[in-house]
């Protein structure tokens, strides 16, 4: 029995050995994992054929893989371009919104300002002739002032009209007493007399209220819809961390390597990784937000009392009402400068005979019938246009807050919520059963899946939610009609009838504005400009006693 014992074992041995041998798993084909990577131009002799070890792993799940180091490599720098291509192709379509309709915005308003400038050039030739072009360098500097304004801002309009009005009085007060002899002296004396007289009437007042409200709004507008395209064009380049792009990997393409190449990330283990990866971009949304709203309040505004349109269509017809009623009153407001300034000294009389031939002035102003006014600028009008825009950003508002799920709602990066439990989460395909982080860069000190530095700054998005906030104080500034530049202190500026711009509907003194600052205090709590005047005046008194007393000592 012992003789035979020691083959006997060694047989059971090599039987036990071949059973266990032939129960081995044969290594899986990547025969689908190899074909899909070769198809996105990479080397297919990267790719094994059949499972291998997968101890070389960084990211990736470690065991059996069709995944070689190069492989791992190469997918990561794919999924890192997958990303910035799939959050740059959703901010170039809201990029290519606010563009295209700046572009319009622009060419409407440059357009109307000359279609005004020719309806008022060609209609005051046919009636006023001769004197007329004499004259016609103060209209051009009026309309050249308006673009210039409209298109850099560095002109006050209040003073830059109060100038208008003033050098067409001067112009009207010599052609309607030519039998006289003015100097320049005497003619800057007549200009004083613009306000106290009012020998245009009603005109030039309103018209300063309307024409300034009317460019303020039209021209924040316009900047705000330029803002709005350059924030979201510089916000749309982003560049992933490492960590950002470790978990890219494990979401994109890390499943490929297990042979799952069918199988679709799971939707909340996106949320997680892009409100990870996006988390400065979620930091614009407070501010965005407000900016948004701001700008839906100034499109209320250019829809209504702010209608640069409505202000610049009869600027013409408006401007010869001025005239006529300067040359109706010709009389006794000659006869009050006559003695404010002094009595004229006459013409020689062959002179005068021939200044007044020369300056009769009796045309009456034949406004346009409305066939026959300009087209409407830029084939389109200012509602239609105001009408496209706040449906445009209505449906921009929260838009970096939920560019996160937008990126995942595609469905090259991840599976739809119904598929739960059918979806790869980072380590297999299974249930993905964390909770989903807030959005923000504060909120991701807890995100399980993308570790965030929430001390580090972004100073690019930084600089844009400063752009945006400095906007959004313009567009409150023009909602109230108030110059952005040059506020208006007059006290037609506190809003009387008229003077606000709003004759035909009742305008609020201050912004309705409900977004909150990061002091938590509401824009409707804040004090209002002449409060803040008021308040500011026993501080400067106080200061101006330092000051003297600082000065007496230094005098002694």
């Known amino acids: 029995m012992a003789r035979f014992g020691l083959p006997a074992l060694l047989c059971t041995l090599a039987v036990l050995c071949a059973a266990l041998l032939a129960a081995e798993p044969k290594p899986k084909s990547c025969s689908e994992v190899r074909r899909l990577y070769v198809s996105k131009g990479f080397n297919k002799n990267d790719a094994p054929t059949h499972e291998i070890n997968g101890d070389h792993l960084k990211i990736c799940p470690q065991g059996y893989t069709c995944c070689s180091p190069e492989m791992e490599e190469k997918y990561s720098l794919q999924s890192k371009d997958d990303f910035k291509s799939v959050v740059s192709e959703q901010c170039n379509r809201l990029q290519a919104i606010f563009a295209s ?63 208008f009005w003033a050098r067409l009085l001067e112009r009207m007060f010599r052609l309607v007493n030519s039998q006289y002899h003015f100097t320049d002296e005497y003619l800057e004396c007549v200009s004083k007399y613009t306000e106290q007289l009012k020998p245009f009437g009603d005109v030039p007042r309103k018209l300063k209220l309307q024409v300034t409200r009317a460019f303020v709004a039209a021209r924040t507008f316009a900047q705000g819809l330029a803002v709005a395209r350059d924030v979201v064009s510089k916000v749309s380049v982003v560049n992933p961390t490492a960590q950002c792009t470790h978990a890219l990997l494990r979401m994109v393409y890390c499943s490929h390597c297990q042979g799952l190449v069918t199988v679709k990330p799971c939707y909340n283990y996106c949320s997680n990784i892009m409100r990870g990866c996006l988390a400065h971009q979620g930091d614009l949304d407070f501010e965005w937000n407000n900016f948004i709203d701001a700008m839906l309040m100034v499109a209320e505004r250019l829809e209504g009392p702010f209608n640069i349109e409505s202000v610049m269509d009869p600027i013409d017809v408006k401007i010869s009402d001025a005239i006529m009623n300067m040359q109706e009153n010709s009389v006794q407001v000659s006869q009050k400068v006559f003695q404010g300034c002094g009595p004229p000294k006459p013409l020689p009389a062959g002179r005068i005979s021939r200044s007044i031939s020369e300056g009769a002035f009796s045309a009456r102003f034949r406004p346009y019938h409305p066939e026959e006014r300009p087209t409407t600028a830029a084939g389109t009008s200012l509602d239609r246009l105001v009408t496209d825009v706040k449906e445009k950003l209505k449906e921009a508002k929260k838009f970096w807050s939920s560019l996160p799920s937008t990126v995942c709602n595609d469905e090259r990066m991840a599976a739809g919520n119904g598929n739960e439990d059918g979806c790869w989460n980072g380590r297999g395909k299974s249930r993905y059963l964390f909770a989903v982080t807030g959005n923000g860069l504060a909120n991701q000190g807890n995100n399980p899946e993308v570790q965030v530095d929430t001390s580090k700054t972004d100073m690019l998005i930084l600089r844009q939610i400063m752009a945006l906030r400095v906007m959004t104080s313009k567009m409150k500034n023009a909602y109230n009609g108030n110059d952005v530049d040059f506020f208006d202190i007059s006290d037609e500026s506190s809003g009387e009838g008229s003077g606000s711009g709003c004759e035909y509907q009742q305008c609020p003194s201050e912004l309705e504005y409900n ?11 804040k004090t209002g400009g002449t409060g803040a005047r008021v308040g500011a005046q026993p501080y400067l008194l106080a200061v101006s006693c330092i000051l003297f007393l600082v000065m007496q000592r230094e005098w002694r």
């Open 515 to 525: 977004a909150t600052d990061h002091s938590g205090k509401s824009a409707s709590d």
């Open 101 to 163: 309709r700046y572009k319009k915005f622009d060419e409407f308003f440059k357009e109307l300002l000359e279609n005004a400038e020719k309806s008022l050039n060609d209609m005051f030739v046919k009636t006023y002739g001769r004197l007329y072009m004499q004259n016609s360098e103060l209209f051009k500097d009026l309309f050249g002032e308006l673009k210039r304004y409209y298109v850099a801002g560095s002109v006050n309009l209040e003073e830059m009209l109060s100038d």
